[in-house]
């Protein structure tokens, strides 16, 4: 089953007005459990750096982090890059319509080949590094990106599950991933080998999120992937299916897990 064609359109269909696009977003946090996590992380930062830094979205896609940040405190400097060109011009565009453009800005790049020495104090990198082949370059162009005690922010799969992959012979839920998830282990080790200190990497959609992301997101999407009607009764799908699901993501984040189909990380330069 295909995820990025269903938010291309998803993101298409919504970016006609700003108006439109804001409630894009409003409705990919509500959905999205690893936004619950990544803003929860974001937040604490923010309470303790006060209100002055710079920020890199790594992967900004359609640049919900940055709407999200930029919101946080008006003296953000935010800095977005994605490798899609039309991801680049969207995002420009919409900031320029709200006013805040001359905070965020996004530009077209690689981050395999992205590196801007002692710069950013938050590198934020969500659903990204499950597909780069070349990680560990990525992570040393972080590292060296940020400013000394910067933070790194990652949301990435896990192994255990988190590409609904089981056996070598299983296709990924996720088709464009490279890797079927990292193991906690593998990715600290990584981050340490491309310079990262002070390591905190923890397990998001346990038990609960699992079933959450299940409601809210593979069933409508498995739908979806047969036919765009579907849309039609996405609403009455989710007034019974929704109040379930923001329980359970509630209880996700608030909950320590063992295991989890996702990961965090959090590390420092």
Known sequence: MKYEPIKQFLGTLFNRQPVLRIAFYKL?????????HVKKVIRSWSKKQGENAHILDAGAGFGQYS???SSLSKNYKITGIDILSEQIQDCNAFFSKINRND?????????TQFQNPDTYNLIVSVDVMEHIEDDVK???NFCQSLQ???MLVISTPSDQGGSEVHDNDDESFIAEHVRPGYN???LEHKLKTAGFHNITIYYSYGKPGKLAWKLSMKYPIIMLNKSKLFFLILPFYYIFTYPVAYILNH???QSN??????LIAIAYK
């Not at 990919?28 to 619950?36: A, C, F, H, Q």
């Not at 897990?257 to 996702?262: A, D, E, I, N, S």
């Open 28 to 36: 990919m946090n509500l959905l999205l459990l690893r936004t619950w």
């Open 67 to 69: 709407y999200f940040i």
């Open 103 to 111: 905070r965020v800005q996004f530009y077209e790049y690689d981050i």
């Open 138 to 140: 990525v992570f040393r």
């Open 148 to 150: 000394k005690d910067g």
């Open 184 to 186: 906690k282990e593998e």
């Open 251 to 253: 209880r996700d984040v």
């Open 257 to 262: 897990h063992r295991t989890g189909t996702g």
